[in-house]
């Protein structure tokens, strides 16, 4: 393969993936958009709901997040006290 063409293949797979980055944020801004459409039409009762559920969403994540940091915590914490025991073990008594 000379040069070339693996320049030639290098521009294609990276216009694929711009193409691919670009496809997906159209998309996303689709989405977004049509959900600001929705907000705009809806009633004052549908819309109380709407902010209801994403309200919902944010603390289900923000609890997600609690929890990963709780369990992070507890993992640290354990090696830690792994740690003291080990330089507490009377092989190591000077530790």
Request: aromatic share 4%.
């Amino acid at each position: 393969m000379s040069w070339l063409e693996r320049l030639k293949s290098f521009f294609t797979r990276e216009a694929r993936d711009v193409k691919e980055g670009l496809s997906k944020a159209g998309k996303a801004i689709d989405e977004e958009l049509a959900r600001k459409e929705r907000e705009l039409e809806a009633t004052p009762e549908e819309r109380i709901d709407m902010i209801l559920e994403e309200q919902q969403a944010d603390d289900a994540r923000f609890e997600e997040l609690a929890e990963k940091v709780k369990g992070q915590v507890a993992d640290a914490e354990a090696v830690e006290e792994i740690s003291e025991a080990v330089e507490e073990t009377p092989e190591n008594p000077g530790n």
